[in-house]
């Protein structure tokens, strides 16, 4: 069954406390891997894609890598604004272009 | 701006009533999506659509209705034979080919009364 898993369920850390989210998929076929930020009561934002293993992508403090089996999402020296829930979700072959999300990652920096 | 425009932000719905959700994108998106989010779970798809006048089923279509007559518009129709509606919806569009990352509204919350 293809099927998304995020760990931890939460997280908090104290500012500048640098940590990675997990994202690890079961999926025939990868065709891409996509990491959203969510505020509470809106809608999800874009971050990134990634498509192969080894691909890296970068923005401010935020790093997302990809493996054959899973993808971190790396937070170095984190303020408090970047509190959020982070999803990752997967394309796969066959899904056309079906969106499969994890529960999400709730992140709480403190000050 | 470009952007997926969602209306309303919030509605009640009364038992047996069906109610519908209004979904807009300027994108010149050819896909649009909609998920159903609950606390602690993963968004879920509820219907899909490629091109304008045909949509498929997601993994939880019981009890929802779209239609796509327009690019731009994709409506859902929540109808009283889903008997747990209340839940955050949200919509989504992306290219057809190419880079296939999906954009989302800002949700709409439905809760039963």
């Known amino acids: 069954e293809d099927q998304v898993t995020q760990s931890p369920e939460a997280l908090r850390l104290q500012e500048g406390e640098s940590s990675s989210l997990n994202c690890s998929y079961t999926v025939s076929g990868l065709r891409g891997l996509f990491w959203y930020r969510q505020d509470p009561g809106k809608g999800p934002e874009f971050l990134f894609t990634?498509?192969?293993a080894g691909e890296e992508k970068e923005k401010e403090r935020l790093k997302a890598t990809l493996t054959k089996k899973e993808s971190f999402l790396h937070i170095t020296a984190p303020k408090p604004e970047d509190s959020a829930t982070y999803l990752c979700?997967?394309?796969?072959?066959?899904?056309?272009?079906?969106?499969?999300f994890g529960a999400g990652t709730r992140l709480a920096v403190h000050p | 701006d470009g952007g997926i425009t969602q209306s309303p932000k919030y509605l009640f719905r009364k038992e047996g009533q069906n109610v519908t959700l209004s979904c807009e994108q300027n994108l010149n998106h050819d896909a649009m999506y909609w998920y159903r989010q609950d606390p602690g779970q993963g968004l879920r798809l509820i219907y899909y659509?490629?091109?304008?006048?045909?949509?498929q089923k997601g993994d939880i279509a019981e009890g929802y209705s779209v239609s796509r007559e327009k690019k731009e518009s994709f409506p859902l129709t929540v109808t009283s034979a889903q008997k747990n509606p209340t839940a955050f919806y949200l919509c989504?569009?992306?290219?057809?080919?190419?880079?296939?990352?999906?954009?989302f509204g800002q949700g709409t919350r439905l809760t039963v009364v």
């Open positions: 990634l498509y192969s």
């Open positions: 659509s490629q091109i304008v006048n045909d949509f």
């Open positions: 979700a997967v394309q796969f072959s066959g899904g056309y272009n079906k969106l499969i």
């Open positions: 989504a569009s992306s290219k057809a080919r190419g880079n296939t990352e999906a954009f």
